[in-house]
C-alpha cells in the first residue's frame, strides 16, 4: 500500500517539498496508526525544513535531512493498532504532536501509544484539534517558565501568532491580567481572546506604553529585552521564543542567569506529553480554541502553505487539509 506524503531529501526553501507516493507505515509494538485528515506548516516545520539555526543539523542531519517528512501537528482517526495498545482503539479521533519522530506530512501516520497524543474533546473540530498543539505548547513553556497565574501582569507580543494567540488564552484562563501587541487589522481578533488591553503597534509606540509588567513575552522573535527592559517590575522577566537579533535574546539569558532583579529566559517545551493532555483539558473545558487563518491548503499544495509560512503574514495556525 502507498500513500501522498510531502516528502524533501534536502535543506532548502519551500521547492524541496515535493508531495510523492511513498509506502504506508507498519505499526509495531506499542504503536497506533493514524488516519491523518489534518495537519498544520508552522515555524517548526520551517526551521527544520531550512535547518536554520545550523544547530538544528546536530538533531536532523549534518548535510541532508534524516527525516524525511515533516509535519508536528495532526488530527485524524485510529484505523490500526498493535495488539498491546491499551490506550487507544481503531475509530478513535486523536489529535497530538511529533515533533522529533515528525511524519504528521502524510495520509498516514504512525506514532507509540504514549507519544503525546490525546482523544479529540467531543464539540472540536477536525482543523481546530490539528491546530491545537505547536504553537500553544511554547506558551505553556512560557507561563511555567513565568510563573504566570492570578494577577500576574502580562505583555504578549505578537499576540495574534500561533504562540502568541495560545498565550493570550491561556495566560487569561489562568487569572492574568493580559495586554496583548498586534497590529490594527486584527485588534478585535486578540480583543475576542480575552486580553484585557490591546495595543495596535501601527499607531501606538509599545515603548511608550505606561505600565508595568511582570512577564513581557515575546512570541515572535520581532523584539529584545533592552527593547522591553523599561517595561519590566523590577523582579520582572522577559521570555523569549527566538534568539532575536544577533541572538541578543540568548546572551541576555545568560548573563541575569544568577539576576536578583530582570531574567531573560528561553524557555524549552518540557514534558510535550504532559502539555497536550493539558491542552486537550484547556480545548474541552472551553477556555482555548486555536485561532485559525483564513488561508487554507491541502497536502498536494502544501508547499505553497510553506511559501506562506515564510512569508510572515500567517494570522494563527496554517491548516493543511489531507484528503
Known sequence: MSMRAAVNTRYGGPEVVQVTDVPVPRVGEHEIRVRVRATTVNRT????RRAFPFVVRLFTGLTRPKRTILGTEFAGEVEDVAPD??????????FGYVEGPFGA???HLVVREDAPVEKTPEGIDV???AAATEGSHYALAGMRAGHVGEGTRVLVYGATGA??????????AAGATVTA?????????????GAARVIDYQTTDVATVEGEFDVVFDAVGKTSYPACRHLLSPTGMFLATDFGPFPTNLGWALITLFSRGHTVKMPPPGDTRAAVARLREELAAGRFLPVIDERGFTLEDIADAHRYVDSGQKIGNV???VP
Do not use: E, K, N, W
Not at 516545520?45 to 527544520?48: C, F, H, K
Not at 495498545?85 to 481503531?90: C, G, K, L, Q, S
Not at 501587541?181 to 481572546?193: E, I, Q, R, S, Y
Open 45 to 48: 516545520d520551517v526551521a527544520y
Open 85 to 94: 495498545v491499551t490506550r487507544f482503539a481503531v475509530g478513535d479521533r486523536v
Open 105 to 107: 506530512h502524510a495520509q
Open 127 to 129: 482543523p481546530h484539534a
Open 163 to 172: 504562540i502568541g494567540s495560545a498565550a493570550v488564552q491561556l495566560m487569561t
Open 181 to 193: 501587541v498586534c497590529g490594527t487589522a486584527h485588534v478585535d481578533l486578540v480583543a475576542g481572546l
Open 319 to 321: 491548516v493543511v487539509d
